[in-house]
């Protein structure tokens, strides 16, 4: 718009000096024929009118020099915009910081990887049991695979931090646990410990993601599960993003995003997610709405949770019925395909870019649109009504 106003307005003003100089050259005709020719010649030769012709000539000149450049500058522009065209995600120059990948099939790798593709540098967090197997994966290469980004290069991980998010500093860890041999060779662990790292070495971080979760008891249902479970439960899955986000939030860049994982458990009975899981991702959806309020106003940090459809991760699987949530889902939601890890990792890009600059607080669906539906449409009770099906 600016190059084509531009090119308008250069000819506009070259108008006038052709239109004057077109009167001036008339003017001189008529002085022209009216004289004999060595007058005429003479005064041709002395009069204003060659002057006239020569400003005319140094000004058109000059004038189409311009209106060429501008003509040239609005066609570079025009095919600059149509090189960039569309909205693309870019988080080129940011940090995320990503707390609780432990291997290469969970929804907190595939955030990794489209954080990564769409150009931010990739910190990890992992569980301290699993930190020896996680990083010997990625140095033997067993993970190259999983690592390919659209582009066709490799997302890489610029540091590892052996992360136990259960704990917010040493003084909080029992004898037990720090005797424990999962925990040798491992140091500066906790939340707090880890906040103060990461700090040290990079000074900053603009995105923080929670893709952790944890609860012993979470076969049993809620009346069998104990008091120690369930606090166990909230502990590990609800309020280590409280504490995570306490402790890097004096180290996150204003504008910056954090963003956590949710269920449907929340808010809809799920018989089989049990040991006061249910209960944690109804307190980490409530606690994201106060961190919005919170870190919004504190460091202008955007906080958003993504409820998240079934997956075949390994953490899933420990529950036992994954395999059947999915197929559940499949039959059910309004949209009939096995959701994608992609797809949640494709969300979080998308919150933690300036393209959702005024997103917060909000629980985001990325299940295919299960949440939205009031009955299992695959009961026997059903089979007579008139259910859209697929057409292709």
């Known amino acids: 718009m600016a190059a084509t106003a531009a090119s308008s307005l250069q000819i506009t003003i070259a108008r006038p000096s052709i239109f004057s100089t077109k009167r001036i050259s008339s003017v001189c005709s008529i002085k022209?024929?009216?004289?004999?020719?060595?007058?005429?010649?003479?005064?041709?030769?002395?009069?204003?009118?060659?002057?006239?012709?020569?400003?005319?000539?140094?000004?058109?000149?000059?004038?189409?020099?311009?209106?060429?450049?501008?003509?040239?500058?609005?066609?570079?522009?025009?095919?600059?915009?149509?090189?960039?065209?569309?909205?693309?995600?870019d988080l080129k120059g940011k940090r995320a910081f990503i707390a609780g990948i432990a291997d290469d099939n969970g929804y907190g790798w595939a955030i990794a990887k489209s954080l990564a593709a769409a150009g931010a540098e990739i910190l990890v967090g992992t569980w301290v049991p699993a930190l020896n197997i996680f990083e010997t994966s990625l140095r033997r290469g067993k993970f190259d695979e999983s690592r390919i980004l659209p582009d066709g290069s490799l997302m890489e991980i610029t540091k590892v931090y052996p992360l136990d998010a259960v704990f917010d500093s040493l003084e909080d860890v029992p004898e037990d646990i720090k005797?424990?041999?999962?925990?040798?060779?491992?140091?500066?662990?906790?939340?707090?410990?880890?906040?103060?790292?990461?700090?040290?070495?990079?000074?900053?971080?603009?995105?923080?993601?929670?893709?952790?979760?944890?609860?012993?008891?979470?076969t049993k249902p809620l009346l069998e599960t104990s008091r120690k479970g369930y606090l166990a439960a909230i502990s590990a899955s609800s309020y280590s993003y409280v504490s995570l986000l306490k402790h890097f939030l004096p180290i996150m860049n204003p504008g910056g995003s954090s963003i956590s994982l949710t269920y449907i458990a929340s808010e809809r009975i799920i018989p089989g997610y049990g040991g006061g899981m249910s209960s944690a991702k109804a307190a980490l959806e409530s606690d994201t709405r106060v961190l919005a309020f919170e870190a919004g106003r504190k460091k202008k940090v955007r906080v958003n949770t993504i409820s998240a459809g079934p997956l075949r991760s390994r953490a899933a699987k420990a529950i036992g019925f994954i395999d059947m949530m999915i197929e559940y889902s499949i039959a059910n939601a309004p949209l009939q395909k096995e959701l994608s890890a992609d797809e949640v990792g494709n969300t979080a890009a998308f919150l933690a870019s300036p393209l959702a600059s005024a997103i917060t607080g909000a629980v985001l669906y990325v299940d295919n649109g299960l949440n939205a539906m009031g009955v299992g449409i695959d009961s026997p009770l059903f089979k007579d009504l008139n259910i859209p099906k697929n057409e292709g």
């Open 32 to 89: 022209f024929s009216a004289n004999t020719r060595k007058q005429s010649w003479n005064r041709l030769a002395s009069s204003s009118c060659v002057s006239s012709i020569q400003d005319f000539w140094r000004n058109f000149t000059s004038t189409s020099q311009k209106l060429e450049k501008v003509v040239t500058k609005a066609k570079s522009e025009a095919d600059e915009s149509k090189a960039a065209s569309g909205l693309p995600i």
């Open 179 to 218: 005797a424990n041999k999962r925990y040798a060779g491992s140091s500066k662990w906790t939340v707090s410990e880890v906040a103060e790292s990461v700090k040290e070495d990079f000074g900053s971080i603009d995105i923080l993601v929670h893709s952790l979760a944890n609860g012993p008891e979470v």
